[in-house]
């Protein structure tokens, strides 16, 4: 019998979990989602079963298509976010712990360590939670360390161990690995957000698939979901 009128432009309506029910009609991992998506709307372009009113075979296909292309950005901007991120963190440690030793310099030099902290402006510190350091937004740390780099330079310790060589060294590297971190974590969050409001417009199309199948198919639904790429009843 082919597929009826009514469940041809009937408001088939998605299914939604109940309250207090754990399984999904549908899977909950990207990769699967999309993958179910674009089987299903190949699935649907073969299939005489007819549109819903809210949505057409080329509305499905196209959140699929958008959603699976997403899934893929998001992935590459976490990756490119990863290395220079793990290598801002081993920076951040270094400059953590070498900075005792430019506290020490600016001690001897004044006499004491609360003459000395007169100068820790100078050379960049900033008092954060109830101690001086180098501040803690990557950004303004950037700028933090050619400060001090500059000031140990005018300074008695321009040639220590923990002189001007060691934190320029540090600053140089640092300052563009902020920069593209700042600018590679604005661009993941933008391909997350971008990704998740996809998949929002993705999952209601699918569980109304699922249930319009189910609606015009009622003795062979199930074949007709494993057909459609639906290879569980529930996820």
């Known amino acids: 019998m082919p597929p009826s009128a009514t469940g041809a432009t009937g408001s088939t309506q998605p299914e939604k979990p109940k309250k207090g029910q754990t399984k999904d009609v549908l ?4 990769f699967e989602l999309a993958t179910l998506g674009l089987k299903a709307a190949d699935a649907w372009d073969a299939s005489p079963l007819p549109a819903l009113l809210w949505c057409s075979k080329t509305q499905l296909r196209a959140a699929a298509v958008a959603f699976r292309a997403g899934v ?3 992935d590459a901007a976490d ?18 712990t070498s900075l005792k030793f430019v506290k020490n310099y600016l001690t ?3 006499g004491s360590r609360k003459k000395g902290e007169a100068y820790y402006e100078t050379f960049g510190l900033v008092r954060e ?10 950004p303004a740390r950037a700028k933090a360390l050619d400060k001090l780099a500059s000031a140990l330079k005018e300074s ?4 220590s161990k923990y002189g001007t060589a060691f934190w320029r060294k540090v600053e140089q590297e640092y300052a563009p690995l902020a ?12 391909a997350a957000g971008t990704k998740n409001a996809q998949e929002d417009k993705l999952r209601p ?14 003795d062979t639904y199930r074949a007709e979901w494993r057909g459609f790429g639906f290879l569980k009843e529930s996820y």
């Open 108 to 110: 001897e030099q004044h």
């Open 179 to 190: 920069a593209t971190s700042s600018t590679t974590r604005g661009d993941s969050a933008r």
């Open 129 to 138: 939670g109830g101690d001086w350091g180098l501040p803690r937004a990557r």
């Open 156 to 159: 008695d310790y321009d040639q």
């Open 27 to 30: 899977p909950a991992g990207e």
């Open 72 to 74: 893929g950005t998001a």
């Open 205 to 218: 199309m699918l569980r109304a698939l699922r249930q319009h199948i189910k609606t015009n198919f009622p």
């Open 79 to 96: 990756d490119d976010l990863s290395p220079a991120a793990q290598r801002l963190a081993e920076l951040d440690k270094q400059a953590d």
